[in-house]
């Protein structure tokens, strides 16, 4: 089991950048496939990107390939989401989510595991 806390969301204005941070306790993130999810008040949380255990794959979703890298930590125990030129649609609760799955999965249900979330607001 691995316990996932993410850290790194605020306030910013419209073209900023933040960067998340998803730390891992118990197991560590290398044992699984991570991956970040966004959830706007009204919406379904949808997915945002995963990254493999080793790291050498990623899977964007099109709203934000080109403006948001996600990326492991050298001691591959934190995951980070890198997050450029955000707009005001980028405003949701982020959640960090680990899966047992050895393939890509955008599904929430795939994945095993959730973070509490953190607060991303993004001003025009």
């Known amino acids: 089991q691995v316990h996932l806390v993410e850290n790194g969301g605020g306030l910013v204005q419209a073209g900023g950048s933040l960067r998340l941070s998803c730390g891992a306790s118990?197991?560590?993130?290398?044992?699984?496939?991570m991956g970040w999810f966004r959830q706007a008040p009204g919406k379904e949380r949808e997915f945002v990107a995963a990254?493999?255990?080793?790291?050498?794959?990623?899977d964007y979703a099109d709203s934000v390939k080109g403006r948001f890298t996600i990326s492991r930590g050298n001691a591959k125990n934190t995951v980070y989401l890198q997050m450029n030129i955000l707009n005001p649609e980028d405003t949701a609760v982020y959640y960090c989510?680990?899966?047992?799955?050895?393939?890509?999965?955008?599904?929430?249900?795939?994945?095993?595991?959730w973070g509490q979330g953190t607060q991303v607001t993004v001003s025009s």
């Open positions: 989510a680990a899966s047992l799955a050895f393939r890509a999965v955008q599904a929430a249900p795939d994945y095993n595991y």
């Open positions: 118990g197991r560590t993130s290398s044992s699984y496939y």
């Open positions: 990254i493999s255990r080793s790291g050498g794959s990623t």
